[in-house]
């Protein structure tokens, strides 16, 4: 009896006294998506290397065969998205936020299929962009589908999607505490002890499964000592100024990828043609780009990879891991000024090749495009000042390090994210310093050029706008049950102006639900739009209701969390809105604005 009364005690302590069962869930989903990463990764690896290989033919037809693969992936992926149409809106990640938001955390499974085999055609045929968004994706779709099979509320489908999400960053990139910030810093926003439990649950059993089965735990960019050569280990106030500036570029090619990706989505959503060529003129654009970078020559540029394969193609490590060396940029002469320009237009040609791919409606993550940007600005920054005697205590790999969290942290606004994906990707602690100031240095400067992540910028052109992450959690864990409802006050539209004066008087109040015969719900009117009708009061004996009813509004469902509520109210200029049961129309009541915030403001003093 003690040990029950002891693990209710620890229950509640972790805020799972009611919802325990969501752990037991946790170590399901950290299963299935252990070997689900690997399933989805391993076909993606192989194909990668394949190329590679063919690449290296010295039949020269097998190089213009490789320049073209992206446009037959690019086909293939859209014929996969034309089979299995989708209605969500969002893309990727943005879809995952947009579901948590929206719609009650429900991911359709077809989601999984559409990205498990499109991003597989599209980054395995050299398409410009990562695996990791993918399987962020996968994971929140077996998560959301778990939550439905079990039958879980809302707020707990939501966990379990963060679950998903979670697992499969971890195992992708051998990273579990960056699966874990991820989804708490972007996805969930959402910080509390009750989400946190089972999402480093899911998370830990994912990597640890994915561990077991590969039988090795190895970085994916494994940083030795010899990053070091040659130089001092430790961070100085000295050094500050030099990674201040690296923290103002990175930013900078942040922005400038979030905005690049956006034009190219708004072009791509204008272009008049059919939704399944749509990637194809994508990968065209992206195979010209390869054309004239192989006709130029500049093939020859050692990108640690066959010279015949363009750098920008594919998701860019093996390009990441050479930069990582603190000897890829020298020479016997020293740093080529030749070897620095092309690093500097490879970054350019990195971001449009990615917002080609993607803007155009391929499928892929931004997150190795965003580490590939970083390491290039970095080593270029790092070479230009070694070029110039001014690195005396460091080289362009740590540059190429740092810059890497910069870039991510950036482009997510998510600093705390990025200094430990890099840390937990390179295991590598000695410049964890420079990395945590670069990194938030980066995310101010992208902040200050546009207030939206590459994320939450499709978010907002759905009109989706992402609170700061205390308002969310909060108004994520209330739903309309929660607020006193205001007694509806049911008129009919063919009743006159001068009746709803009277129930004014009589109830005090200013909103009146309108229904019809069988007290359906039809549309609202408001205390503003009596308050206009009252300009002309002679007139008000002749005005009926149906004359100023308010159809346009929106109503609500007892069930809706409390955010979607405040958007609604903050989209229309009213004071409440109806609460209406979708099956049958009945009206259930009001809520008010003011009670909404007061039961906020209370639950925050809880807290």
Partial sequence: ?????????????????????????????????????????????????????????????????????????????????????????????????????????????????????????????????????????????????????????????????????????????????????????????????????????????????????????????????????????????????????????????????????????????????????????????????????????????????????PPFYGNGYVLIKQLLQPTFLSTPEGISGMTLSILGGLIFLKIIATCLTLGSGGAGGLFAPSLLLGAMTGSLMGGILEAAGLLPNANPAQFALVGMAAVVAATTHAPLTAMVLVYEVTQNYALILPLMLTAVIATIVARLVNRESIYTAELRALGVRMGTMSDLTLLRRMSVRDVPMIPPVLVHESESGQRLLELSERFSVNDFVVVDDDDHYLGLVTGNDLSQALIYREAIPLLQVGEIERKDLPTVELEETLDVVLDKFSAHEVQSLAVVTPQTGEVTGLISRTRLMREYQRELEKD
């Fill in 1 to 309: 009896m003690l040990q029950t009364r002891q693990f209710r005690a620890l229950s509640r302590r972790l805020g799972l006294d009611r919802d325990w069962y969501l752990v037991l869930l946790a170590v399901t989903i950290g299963l299935v998506m252990g070997v689900a990463a690997l399933a989805f990764i391993i076909p993606i690896t192989l194909m990668e290397e394949r190329i590679e290989e063919l690449s290296g033919a010295e039949d020269s037809n097998m190089t213009w065969v490789i320049l073209l693969l992206p446009i037959a992936g690019a086909l293939l992926t859209g014929v996969v998205f034309c089979i299995l149409p989708l209605s969500l809106k969002g893309h990727g990640i943005s879809l995952c936020m947009y579901s948590v938001s929206r719609e009650k955390s429900r991911i359709p499974f077809r989601v999984l299929v559409r990205q498990w085999i499109g991003s597989t055609l599209t980054i395995g045929s050299g398409g410009s962009a990562g695996p990791e968004g993918p399987i962020v994706t996968i994971g929140a779709t077996v998560g959301s589908s778990m939550g439905r099979v079990v039958r879980v509320d809302p707020q707990n489908t939501a966990t379990l999607v963060g679950c998903g999400a979670a697992a499969g960053l971890a195992s992708v990139f051998n990273a579990p505490m960056a699966g874990i910030f991820f989804v708490l810093e972007v996805i969930l926003r959402d910080f509390s002890i009750r989400t946190f439990t089972p999402i480093v649950v899911a998370a830990v059993i994912s990597a640890a499964t994915t561990q077991t089965i590969l039988g090795t735990n190895q970085p994916l960019f494994g940083v030795g000592p010899e990053i070091f050569q040659g130089t001092n280990e430790k961070f100085t106030v000295i050094e500050a100024p030099e990674f201040l500036v690296l923290g103002v570029a990175c930013g900078l090619i942040a922005a400038l990828f979030s905005y690049t990706l956006r034009v190219m989505e708004s072009f791509f959503t204008r272009l008049r043609a059919p939704k399944i060529l749509k990637p194809v003129t994508g990968a065209l654009a992206l195979v010209l780009i390869g054309i004239v970078w192989f006709a130029l020559g500049s093939g020859s540029f050692d990108s640690g990879v066959n010279p015949e394969l």
